[in-house]
């Protein structure tokens, strides 16, 4: 079937992909369908089943949750925290998981969470994955991270079984290799730069940061969030930061970004001051004229480095970098080119460090 009449081309919300969880999982109460060991299989990736638990109940949105199971016989719940594009926010899980306990019906039972997201799993979802099998506070008895790939894996075998299910699989297919081939950052063949991912994509900028500072960097138990890819937009376009330095009143982050010409890497300063208060004004400009020489000083003789000089700026560029040449010839220059940025983002941060 063309994707063309696939109902899951349209039916793209996270609604949609509770409906079909919820799906497959009711044929667990029908072991003679043809789809019951599926269900099986999924559930069997959540938890770990026992012979008694042979029933269970399914409910969505209750206490808004995503999808909630419940094994009546042994006294389990799972909580399914469904995503496609987005990620938890506002300690979600936590205040699910809090209510489902103290209510009446679900009182005494286990409670296991499951973090299930089909697309692209950004740091938000590491960040919310991490806290979930590391915080010693969780009310919960057990955490399962369940990723479009793992998803993919479970719904293989069951092939050319049911229309339904093949069309959910056609689009999972065609959601994980659209994040595949819109991540290659390296991707420059089109003419005009504006077209290359790294220019129009999340996911693509996404990598090459990660590319340059891998995640070992990132502290997952520092509340700073450095070296915690975030990322955002401006006037349609995406932008891409990676913070190294956390203050007070200020930051100073690395961002992925594309200009006039081409995308590029630049180093900034960030303190929104008040630009009516010369006292804060000065005191802005001081500590600018700080940051930019030991950037300076960090930069060196390099030549990928420009110095910024927009000093009285909110968000003020210490460093640019345009990073086009080094795209279009990325397996030449990767290695060096991300080794330098390290080198220099290390360099920068000895250099502030003492003048503190």
């Known amino acids: 079937m063309s994707m063309e009449h696939n109902i899951f081309k349209y039916a793209t919300s996270e609604l949609s992909q509770d409906a079909v969880i919820c799906w497959i999982l009711s044929f667990y109460n029908n072991k003679d369908s043809k789809l019951y060991s599926l269900a099986k299989d999924l559930l069997s990736s959540f938890v770990e089943l026992s012979p008694e638990d ?4 399914i409910q969505q949105q209750f206490y808004k949750t995503d999808i909630l199971i419940h094994f009546p016989n042994t006294k389990k719940v799972i909580i399914i925290e469904d995503k496609t594009y987005t990620s938890e926010h506002d ?20 409670v296991y969470v499951v973090y299930f997201k089909t697309g692209f799993y950004y740091d938000n979802d590491k960040l919310v994955e991490y806290k979930c099998r590391n915080n010693k506070d969780n009310k919960f008895d057990g955490f399962k991270s369940i990723h479009g ?35 290659k950052f390296d991707d420059v063949h089109n003419e005009s730069f504006w077209d290359w991912n790294v220019a129009k994509e999340y996911i693509a900028q996404y990598k090459l940061m990660r590319t340059i500072f891998p995640e070992e960097k990132w502290n997952k138990d520092d509340k700073s969030k450095l070296y915690m890819i975030y990322s955002g937009s401006s006037r349609g376009r995406p932008w891409t930061e990676i913070k190294i330095l956390n203050g007070t009143d200020y930051k100073v982050f690395w961002r992925i970004d594309t200009d006039n010409k081409g995308p590029y890497l630049s180093l900034r300063y960030y303190n929104p001051y008040d630009k009516d208060n010369d006292e804060e004004r000065r005191k802005h400009t001081n500590e600018y004229q700080i940051y930019y020489e030991c950037a300076k000083k960090a930069c060196g003789e390099n030549e990928y480095c420009k110095l ?44 502030v460090n003492n003048q503190k």
Do not use: P
Not at 91 to 110: H, L, M, R, T
């Open 149 to 183: 790939e793992d998803f993919q894996k479970i719904l293989q075998k069951y092939k050319n079984i049911d229309a339904t299910l093949d069309m959910y699989i056609e689009y999972l297919d065609n959601l994980i290799g659209w994040y595949e081939s819109h991540g």
């Open 91 to 110: 300690e979600q899980i936590a205040k699910y998981v809090e209510k489902i306990s103290n209510d009446d019906k679900y009182k005494g039972c286990k």
């Open 54 to 57: 042979n029933k269970i109940e």
């Open 308 to 351: 910024g000089k927009k000093e009285n700026y909110y968000e003020a560029t210490l460093l640019h970098i345009h990073i086009k040449g080094i795209l279009a010839k990325w397996d030449e220059n990767k290695e060096c080119f991300a080794k330098e940025i390290r080198k220099i983002t290390d360099n920068f941060i000895a250099y």
